[in-house]
T-cell receptor
Framework: LAKTTQPISMDSYEGQEVNITCSHNNIATNDYITWYQQFPSQGPRFIIQGYKTKVTNEVASLFIPADRKSSTLSLPRVSLSDTAVYYCLLHSGTYKYIFGTGTRLKVLA | GAGVSQSPSNKVTEKGKDVELRCDPISGHTALYWYRQSLGQGLEFLIYFQGNSAPDKSGLPSDRFSAERTGGSVSTLTIQRTQQEDSAVYLC????????????FGEGSRLTVL
């Protein structure tokens, strides 16, 4: 299974745009890239998913370059409530959803 | 139900006792997953069900762990002869059978083994 690498932690201030990059050099042709958000004492929550180029929803944007060896989750104008752990994972439509250690985002006032 | 439901939300037990954790997936979701999350750590995949079948049990940490799913719905994760290292949050998720539809997680069952 392709492995993902993310920064362990990031700090940001309220109102800033936050970009979290995930590296996946060995991504397979069939792999989709999905991001989850986890608040303390809760299960992870689906944020966004993409295959290539750019995907945007009401919560975030996902940028995927042409070689697909990395992806960047972009959170516009973060607030204190965006403090959470963000997981990047790859899957190809099978059952294998393997979570890494994630990126711990702390938003400061 | 509206979401994935897990029970109990908290369980404190003594070392050596057996525990059962229950997961009720979203109606219509044929795939069901169990994960374990130790304090401050990422999610560890345990087992996956498609319907009542578990094609891959390789994530179960030891033979003290078992899981079953009946009627393609509710699943039970059983831990026999609990050890202190079993203390963690056990998360259940479900998804549609179609690929790339995303996982929907429950709130988890926090297990503490004294």
């Amino acid at each position: 299974l392709a492995k993902t690498t993310q920064p362990i932690s990031m700090d940001s201030y309220e109102g800033q745009e936050v970009n979290i990059t995930c590296s996946h050099n060995n991504i397979a042709t069939n792999d989709y890239i999905t991001w989850y958000q986890q608040f303390p004492s809760q299960g992870p929550r689906f944020i966004i998913q993409g295959y290539k180029t750019k995907v945007t929803n009401e919560v975030a944007s996902l940028f995927i370059p042409a070689d697909r060896k990395s992806s960047t989750l972009s959170l516009p104008r973060v607030s204190l409530s965006d403090t959470a752990v963000y997981y990047c994972l790859l899957h190809s439509g099978t059952y294998k959803y393997i979570f890494g250690t994630g990126t711990r985002l702390k938003v400061l006032a | 139900g509206a979401g994935v439901s897990q029970s109990p939300s908290n369980k404190v037990t003594e070392k050596g006792k057996d525990v059962e954790l229950r997961c009720d997936p979203i109606s219509g979701h044929t795939a069901l997953y169990w994960y374990r999350q130790s304090l401050g750590q990422g999610l560890e995949f345990l087992i996956y069900f498609q319907g009542n079948s578990a094609p891959d049990k390789s994530g179960l940490p030891s033979d003290r762990f078992s899981a079953e799913r009946t009627g393609g719905s509710v699943s039970t994760l059983t831990i026999q002869r609990t050890q202190q290292e079993d203390s963690a949050v056990y998360l259940c998720a479900s998804s549609l059978a179609a690929p790339n539809t995303g996982l929907f997680f429950g709130e988890g069952s926090r297990l503490t083994v004294l």
